[in-house]
Structure formats: C-alpha cells, structure tokens
C-alpha cells in the first residue's frame, strides 16, 4: 500500500475494470494519493489502517483492494456515497488507481 498513486478510473465493481478498455477518472474527489508510514497520507484529512481510508471530511470508512493485473499494482478504493437515501442494494462505486511509486 506504501507510496504514491494516482486515479486512473471509476468503476462499479473490480471486475468491470479491464486494461483493454478507456479509462476515464473524471469526477474523482481522489485523484491522487501518497500512502505514508503510521497510518498517515499526503492529505491531513485522510488517514489510513490495513484496508480502510478514513476521509475525515466525509466522516467515511472507505474498503480498499489492492490486486495486481498484468504485473502492475491497482488499488481499488470505495468513492463514498453512502447515505440512507441510496437505494436497497446500493454499492459505492470504486476508484481505481495505479501505484506511481513505492
């Protein structure tokens, strides 16, 4: 998880992402990120612990995944969203984010 990434596209689940498809990352709220040490990030207001970026803005708990796709690095990362008004069902969409450096 350590390192820098950036957004490289938004998705409604892990498998809708192919590498053979445009990507488009328009309308990220994250676009980059840098994963430090002790939990902590490039941005103040995001803090990070396992599998979990808090967004202390957005009061978020956001589920991240990283996997790895034809030996490149992508963390899959929860946009938010969540609200009672969302519909039975309702999944938060994903960002997907291809690590810069380690």
């Known amino acids: 998880m350590l390192g820098a990434?950036?957004?490289?596209?938004?998705?409604?689940?892990?498998?809708?992402?192919?590498?053979?498809?445009?990507?488009?990352?328009?309308?990220?709220?994250?676009?980059?990120?840098?994963?430090?040490?002790?939990?902590?990030?490039?941005?103040?207001?995001?803090?990070?612990?396992?599998?979990?970026?808090?967004?202390?803005?957005?009061?978020?708990?956001l589920k991240m995944v990283v996997k790895a796709i034809d030996g490149e690095d992508y963390l899959f990362v929860e946009s938010g969203g969540f609200s009672t008004r969302n519909p039975k069902g309702w999944q938060s969409p994903l960002y997907v984010m291809k690590r810069r450096t380690k």
């Open 5 to 61: 990434w950036r957004t490289v596209d938004v998705v409604k689940s892990i498998d809708e992402f192919t590498l053979d498809k445009k990507t488009n990352a328009r309308g990220a709220r994250i676009t980059a990120i840098t994963f430090q040490d002790n939990g902590r990030t490039d941005d103040m207001m995001r803090l990070w612990s396992g599998d979990v970026l808090m967004d202390l803005t957005r009061y978020e708990a």
